[in-house]
């Protein structure tokens, strides 16, 4: 599918040069690892397509699609994170770590669709919110890159939504 090729070859800028900075790689984290961060955000697209892959098979292969570019994120935030000398463990600024609980474990198609929808959104907000308040540039191009990527995740999960109905 289309999201799979975009992935291997879409180029994210790079973050190269350390900038040491406490309140950026906090923005950062939780974004990384936020209730809604990506890793949340990936595996609860994970769950889900193992959970419809024997009812819709392609729904689930798009969801694992878009799964694999939020893996992604996490690999680029993740260095990001390191560059301004923060350690990207699996919690989110205020040290609370990840767990199952923040996954919605849902079983029904539409309802799945819709709450990726809404998670793809407040990432949207999170990511604009991030770069209004950091200054690097080389910080500001990778999360704009990004936020693209969410920006179209959204879309095409409209789009789903609307041929289901």
């Known amino acids: 599918m289309e999201i799979i090729e975009n992935i291997s070859k879409k180029e994210y800028p790079q973050v190269k040069n350390y900038c040491k900075n406490s309140y950026y790689s906090g923005i950062l984290q939780n974004l990384f ?81 819709l709450t990726n929808i809404e998670l793809k959104e407040k990432a949207i907000i999170d990511y604009k919110m991030a770069i209004s308040k950091i200054e690097n540039i080389q910080i500001k191009l990778l999360l704009n890159s990004i936020l693209n990527d969410e920006e179209n995740h959204r ?6 939504l609307k041929s289901l109905n």
């Open 33 to 113: 690892a936020g209730s809604e961060g990506e890793i949340i955000t990936f595996l609860q697209l994970q769950y889900h397509a193992n959970i419809i892959k024997n009812f819709h098979p392609k729904i689930a292969d798009l969801l694992n699609e878009i799964s694999l570019t939020d893996l992604k994120h996490q690999q680029l935030l993740s260095n990001a994170i390191q560059m301004t000398y923060g350690n990207p463990i699996y919690a989110n600024s205020q040290a609370k770590w990840i767990g199952g609980r923040q996954i919605d474990y849902l079983k029904d198609t539409k309802q799945i669709i």
């Open 155 to 160: 879309l095409i999960l409209k789009k789903l």
